[in-house]
């Protein structure tokens, strides 16, 4: 598919669908139309045909920081508007959690004991400081003498022994029991009943806890240590089965965060007020209200003063609003990145172990590298999100530059070397129908699925699927519509045997390590892929030796290739993250290690400014 045919294909897709929502948006409040929570708008028309970026941005044309342009006013009041086309889950503990609108609603009320610097090295900032032995296996953490719970009781060592004891209880619920954990000495076998405790941690004191690790890696220090402690006078006398459904984690949780969480609407909304004990000093705002609102009208609700600023922004309808008088716009570009993954097999509960399926329906790296060839994302992010995302190459993206190879050029927009790809490796259209059968002669369909969103959500999937018919690739919506976000991720960790092929997003964190993502004990690994040639270049990413940079650098250079050539997900579009807020909001920054905090944000009028 040529790039002009490209472009008249996004178009005519687009074009279809404004024609539909304009003819059932009459009638959509009545019949309770939701359009999901994916971030796409109808507007892409902004590049002109003969290749202009006009209409194009940039995350380089963005500050990270509004910091005090006006002095904040004392008793302020905040709305927060946590963008999503559902409810949030409501496990609202950093051991629980699972989805990012959870962590949204955490952030104001939680944190963890460690903070990390624009390297994502853990810095000495944080509620505990940390020292490591010379030998890079123990750490020994201290919390802060004034870090205490939101009822008043300290932060203790105990409480973060009681979070390891719990993540690696059989019966916890969570997903939290990875490499991180399973990297402290003597978990696995407290883990299996071997053992009545974990051998390597130990409680010096009330404040002072030594954790001893199997191997020492680099990553420890940039996301390897479990940095959320969990209330054990609270947690302690309960039964880990009932602790994630338990009010204390869904009801009345509690943090040492700077606001405290005063009602829960579930679901829909939270209230705080500020946390007066707040370890790094007294929050400037007294209430702070949370508020999910639909994509669709995050922009109106900014606009209107509704809310003062949101957790993210659907880059596409940018430049419809970038205008608006009440608003300062910030961006930096996201750890997180979009993707196409291939169901290749199952989880093994039991065990805590990926199962790769040699016979699955996906299973030939050939049929999912035509797929990948098959796809323009440099025109997809022009045309659907203006510049503000943009065409991903590698599994480890731009937000760790030390470790993006910017030179590795991913799987290119080619078509017609997908198509020799699949020529060679026997798909041939054997009815004559236009689509290919597989290698063995039998009828080929894929089922895709995707989520919900705004209003070029479906007509991004419709492209998708068109650019792998015009392969010769019969690619179907799963059950002919795209589905609600939590509906969805509920199905694609089942393992779904009806889903072939999945759209969906990576946050990565700040430790570089992808283990957590594509390793084989991975619950997050949803492809399910194992290979040996990745366990080992995981490992070696983790190794002594990795502590040379250069070498882990090499080490992960080849991560990428091997993930490049077995195709087991398909990285599509890197992401900037745009966010407004009003201009009465002060001292707020998106990004990492710029110094600034929840406690610091305040407001300098008693209401928001209106757009004109």
């Known amino acids: 598919m040529s790039k002009e045919k490209l472009r008249l294909l996004v178009l005519a897709i687009v074009a279809s669908f404004v024609v539909l929502l304009a003819a059932c948006s009459d009638n959509a409040d009545e019949a309770g139309q939701d359009t999901g929570t994916d971030d796409e708008s109808d507007d892409v028309e902004e590049v002109e045909e003969d290749g202009d970026t ?109 979070a390891h004891e719990v993540i690696a209880d059989p019966d916890y619920d969570g997903v939290r029991f990875d490499s991180v954990l399973q990297n402290v000495e003597g978990i696995q076998e407290y883990h299996d009943g071997e053992a009545d405790s974990i051998s390597g941690i130990e409680v010096v004191d009330e404040k002072t806890v030594k954790i001893t690790y199997i191997e020492a890696t680099p990553s420890l220090v940039t996301g390897g240590i ?169 599994l480890i993206g731009p937000s760790h530059p030390q470790f993006h190879d910017s030179e590795n050029e991913g799987l290119v927009y080619d078509p017609e070397l997908a198509k020799e790809i699949l020529d060679e490796a026997g798909y041939e259209d054997v009815t004559g129908d236009g689509f290919r059968e597989d290698p063995d002669g039998n009828e080929l369909v894929m089922n895709f699925a995707s989520m919900s969103g705004g209003d ?64 084989e004990k991975a619950f997050y690994n949803y492809t399910r892929w194992v290979n040996e040639e990745n366990n080992e270049l995981l490992a070696k990413g983790l190794s002594e030796d990795a502590f040379d940079d250069d070498k882990r650098i090499d080490i992960y250079n080849d991560w990428q290739q091997l993930m490049v050539d077995e195709v087991p997900v398909l990285p599509t579009l890197y992401r900037a993250i745009l966010v407004p807020v009003n201009n009465r909001v002060q001292n707020f920054a998106v990004g990492d290690g710029t110094g600034y905090y929840r406690y610091q944000v305040g407001v300098s009028a008693e209401e928001p400014e209106v757009a004109e």
């Open 54 to 162: 006009e209409g194009l941005y940039s995350i380089e044309d963005f500050e990270n920081i509004k910091g005090e342009d006006e002095a904040i006013i004392d008793g302020g009041e905040l709305t927060y508007g946590l963008v999503s086309d559902g409810p949030f889950e409501g496990l609202l503990n950093g051991n629980f959690y699972g989805r990012n609108p959870d962590a949204e609603v955490l952030e104001w009320f939680d944190e963890p004991i460690f903070t990390w610097d624009e390297n994502y090295v853990y810095t000495n900032d944080g509620a505990a400081t940390y020292e490591m032995s010379d030998d890079n296996h123990t750490i020994t953490i201290t919390i802060r003498d004034n870090v205490n719970w939101h009822d008043g009781e300290p932060v203790t060592a105990e409480d973060v022994e009681f």
């Open 456 to 519: 070029t959500a479906e007509p991004l999937v419709q492209y998708y699927i068109q650019a792998w018919e015009e392969i010769g690739l019969n690619v179907q919506m799963l059950e002919g519509r795209l589905h609600e976000p939590n509906s969805f991720y509920d199905r694609i960790r089942a393992d779904d045997e009806d889903i072939d092929v999945f759209q969906a997003a990576w946050g990565t964190g700040i430790d570089v390590d992808p283990s957590g993502l594509y390793g």
């Open 226 to 394: 479990w940095t959320y402690p969990l209330a054990k006078h609270i947690f302690g006398d309960m039964d880990v089965a009932d602790m994630s459904s338990s009010p204390e984690v869904r009801q009345n949780p509690i943090g040492f965060g700077p606001y405290k969480v005063e009602s829960i609407e579930p679901g829909e909304s939270v209230v705080y007020t500020k946390n007066e004990d707040y370890w790094r000093g007294e929050p400037a705002l007294d209430k702070v209200t949370l508020k999910v609102i639909n994509p669709d009208v995050a922009a109106e609700a900014l606009k209107t003063g509704e809310v003062d600023m949101v957790s993210s922004f659907n880059v596409d309808q940018f430049p419809d609003n970038a205008d608006a008088s009440n608003l300062t716009w910030l961006g930096t570009i996201d750890r997180a990145y979009n993707y196409i993954g291939f169901k290749l097999g199952e989880w093994d509960e039991e065990n805590n172990i990926n199962i790769y399926n040699p016979d699955a329906k996906m299973a030939d790296a050939n049929l999912r590298k035509a797929m990948a060839h098959a796809i323009d994302n440099d025109t997809v992010g022009e045309r659907f999100y203006h510049g503000l995302r943009w065409s991903a190459t590698t």
